[in-house]
């Protein structure tokens, strides 16, 4: 009897299979086979054959799987768990449900404790609590804002019940549209509290300075919002032009910053409604009485209005010299502009800012073929290495799986004490260890930078893969490459070749004519050997609602060697015994433990270890320029993970800039019924964007995805300042002034809503640099980028909107002129056509 018989009669324990239907008269059975066996005892029952009986050969019970890794917490045996969330699910009331359940389990048992060691919940419900303070700060400076500029604090109630309609509104576009409250959502929301009241300054302005000017607040509300109607509604098309491609971009950055651009066009949409409506009517109703104010208040006020005053005078003395020597100054803006250019390419490339999300992941691999046992060693010298850090409060917890994925992989997760009971980052703490656990033998080390998008790639550090036919040819090339990268780029510190044939391998080579010859099939033989060898499972066992797994193996102690193999018998067709010896050669040798497939092609991937804060798109470009020269010109190079991510993401971007430029041309163009006003205003946008280059480069800040959609809603807002300017000049050509009238009349006009706008929308967006904790980080990326462009290029389209005017409005009729020779040609036309009829 041999090994096969058992299995072979094992086969059909679990029979219970349909045999089909019998027609008895007028009914009609269903038929169904049943053998199945659910107990040890009635395994231990069945008979082999020739009277032998599985318990004559066997041992049967139920038992626990062969261990394929284990869980330590902080040195201790434990079971881990983890609880997913599902499409849609809310992950703070996941969380709180979860510790409810703990709290239960923890009372009824005393033998048991469950304990928390990961929660998501805290870092998100952290990042939310820091963009709800900053949402408010925002309200309330903005208010302090329109109160200083307006000089009357009544006239701070408009604005503080139009914001709040306003972002009551967009909320509730938020839960029509089906999106959740989350942290880009809400971060939409703070950069768009600026946005909302940005229209209301402007009619609210107007109507006041009509008022001053002798209209009565009736006919100034009525005549103000008329006079703005075009502007604020120019401005909102541009806006909403820039924030829409966001909300459609294609792959990675679209899933992300869809409901981002969403909210943020849904937000200006609703306050352009409530500002041209309820604004004006708030305003006849509330400016009635102008009383003056007195005591400290009227000599605080007077001081604002003067020092106001001094800044307006200044910008107007400045004004006439760069229109005077404009072409000077032209050439001046446009060396800024290359400058800015220029400096782009200075700038770091990630994918996301690094995040400090209160816990470190470090993953271990070790040699292949590499032992449980051996890899829980390698985990303990980590967590001896690690344990100071606990030691001083700095790591509060250490959560180990030995066995990860593989037997030769190890993860510690050591979470991390608060944000506020600590002063030293997450980075900064995983550039310390990575020196030190870099000093265990045979161990690979790599911290996992975790996003709280969670980005596809995200974390996955700078690794590449190289594509071909063949695995050998592909090992040597990336052995070449491996050695060139080292050699020629300063910030590689390592390059780990995922392709090691070291992994021991005992080959056992069938003779497919010998088994023939002896009538033994070669399926049998291998079912021989993976019997004896390892474990063969043979089937699933239903036991009640579970499928347990029959495995089927040699048992302990019966083989001393793994030679000790080839003296296993099998059994032929005719039933005689076989040797396996008479049929295998034994040959022992190193194979590579796995072997990848990228783009449908046989691949050998590239781990290149780089410090923390490198620049990943600088050093993309060089790994490819030193590939092409090292590689002959049939392989091909990919990028993986978080480089093959920031690549996709940077080529989106990319559209996404040229469709927002288009689309916002294509709209100003509509709205002005010219192309040299349309000009004019998109003639601001590359200072702008300068601008805020500048900003990134002073601030030390990186060109990521977060910065770069930083750099897209500024095109926006850049250019609704232009508009009001623009379109202010474009109205007093059409009432009779000169271009040099029209152009400082209307900076006149307009310089104050203009910095009443900036410093809402820059005031509005300060929170989120000041702030810290839980995902400060995200926001610090866009924050910086509105402050620092907004904030210089404001004073660029003070200066460049007059100038582009001044050069493109010689060869713009004004509107009203081409209304009157259109109406001229449309009178002689009906002129012409009565005297034809008459004629006829």
């Known amino acids: 009897m041999v090994a096969t018989d058992v299995l072979a009669s094992l086969e059909t324990m679990n029979l219970d299979v349909p045999a089909g239907s019998y027609l008895s008269g007028k009914q009609e059975l269903l038929v169904r086979a049943n053998a199945s066996t659910i107990d040890t005892e009635a395994i231990n029952s069945i008979l082999i054959k020739n009277g032998v009986r599985v318990r004559d050969v066997a041992e049967v019970y139920y038992g626990p799987m062969s261990a394929e890794s284990y869980s330590l917490l902080n040195g201790r045996a434990v079971v881990g768990m983890g609880v997913l969330r599902q499409a849609g699910g809310n992950t703070i009331a996941i969380a709180s449900d979860v510790k409810k359940r703990m709290t239960e389990i923890n009372a009824q048992s005393k033998d048991l404790q469950v304990i928390m060691i990961s929660d998501d919940s805290v870092f998100i419900k952290g990042a939310l609590q820091e963009v709800l303070m900053s949402l408010v700060f925002a309200v309330v400076v903005v208010l302090v804002v329109i109160a200083l500029f307006l000089g009357q604090w009544k006239a701070v109630l408009i604005p503080a019940v139009t914001m709040p309609v306003s972002l009551v509104g967009t909320l509730a576009a938020i839960w029509l549209a089906g999106f959740s409250v989350n942290m880009l959502t809400l971060l939409a929301l703070v950069l768009a509290t600026g946005l909302i009241v940005d229209d209301a300054i402007v009619v609210l302005e107007n109507i006041q300075r009509r008022k001053k000017l002798g209209e009565s607040i009736t006919v100034a509300s009525v005549l103000g919002t008329q006079q703005v109607f075009f502007a604020v509604i120019a401005t909102t098309a541009s806006l909403v032009a820039v924030f829409l491609p966001i909300a459609f971009l294609p792959g990675e950055t679209g899933r992300l910053f869809r409901e981002f651009g969403m909210v943020l066009s849904m937000s200006v949409i609703i306050s352009t409604f409530v500002a041209l409506s ?88 070790g040699p292949d073929g590499a032992s449980l046992e051996y890899s829980g060693r390698q985990g303990q010298i980590a967590e001896n290495i690690m344990r100071p850090y606990q030691a001083q409060g700095l790591i509060t917890d250490m959560f180990t799986i030995v066995g990860r994925y593989d037997k030769n992989r190890v993860a510690i997760q050591a979470n991390l004490a608060d944000w506020g009971e600590r002063d030293t980052t997450q980075q900064e703490l995983a550039a310390k260890l990575s020196k030190e656990l870099s000093s265990i033998p045979g161990a690979q080390v790599r911290f996992q930078n975790e996003s709280s998008l969670n980005i596809r790639g995200g974390g996955g550090g700078l690794q590449i893969a190289l594509l071909g036919d063949d695995y050998d040819v592909l090992a040597n090339n990336a052995d070449l490459l491996a050695d060139a990268l080292i050699k020629q780029i300063d910030v590689v510190q390592d390059v780990r070749v995922q392709y090691d044939t070291s992994q021991p391998e005992l080959g056992f080579e069938i003779d497919r004519e010998k088994a023939s010859d002896l009538q033994v099939p070669v399926s049998r033989v291998t079912q021989t050997l993976q019997i004896m060898a390892d474990e063969y499972q043979l089937l699933d066992l239903s036991v009640g609602d579970q499928a347990v797994p029959v495995m089927l193996g040699s048992s302990n102690g019966s083989l001393n060697s793994p030679f000790d193999l080839l003296n296993i018998y099998t059994s032929s067709d005719t039933g005689q015994l076989v040797p396996l010896a008479s049929m295998i050669k034994v040959q022992e040798r190193g194979v590579a433990a796995e072997l990848d497939r990228h783009a449908q092609r046989r691949a050998v991937e590239l781990n290149i270890g780089i410090p923390p804060g490198t620049d990943l798109g600088t050093t993309m470009q060089q790994i490819r320029a030193v590939a092409d020269g090292t590689l002959p010109s049939s392989a091909t190079l990919i990028f993986l993970g978080e480089a093959a991510t920031l690549e996709e993401t940077s080529n989106e971007m990319l559209i996404t800039f040229a469709v927002a430029l288009i689309v916002v041309f294509l709209v100003l163009a509509a709205q002005f019924e010219s192309v040299g006003s349309a000009l004019v205003v998109m003639f601001t946008v590359p200072f702008g964007l300068a601008a805020a280059v500048f900003a990134l480069l002073i601030t030390n800040q990186s060109l990521n995805l977060f910065s770069q959609i930083g750099l897209v809603l500024l095109i926006g807002l850049m250019t609704k300042n232009a508009i009001l300017l623009v379109e202010l000049m474009d109205q007093l050509r059409d009432e009779g002034h000169s271009i040099e009238s029209a152009i400082r009349e209307g900076a006149r006009m307009r310089l104050r809503p203009i910095a009443m706008t900036v410093l809402s929308t820059l005031l509005g967006v300060l929170p989120l640099v000041l702030t810290s904790g839980p995902g400060a980080e995200a926001r610090e990326a866009i924050a910086w980028v509105v402050l620092g462009g907004l904030g210089l290029s404001t004073l660029f389209t003070l200066y460049l909107a007059p100038m582009g005017y001044s050069f493109i409005a010689p060869f713009m009729r004004p509107r009203a002129h081409a209304a009157e020779l259109l109406d001229k040609e449309i009178e002689d036309y009906e002129a012409n056509a009565k005297k034809v009829e008459v004629k006829a």
Do not use: W
Not at 289 to 296: H, L, R
């Open 278 to 365: 309820l604004c004006p009517m708030l305003a006849a109703k509330l400016l009635k009485d102008d009383a003056p104010a007195t005591g400290q208040t009227a000599r605080f006020m007077g001081s604002l209005q003067h020092f106001g005053d001094r800044i307006a005078n200044a910008y107007f003395r400045t004004l006439d010299g760069f229109l005077k020597h404009r072409l000077v100054f032209l050439f001046v803006f446009l060396g800024i502009a290359l400058a800015g250019g220029l400096t782009f390419t200075l700038l770091n490339q990630e994918l996301v800012p690094p995040e400090d999300r209160g816990r470190l992941v470090v993953d271990f691999t």
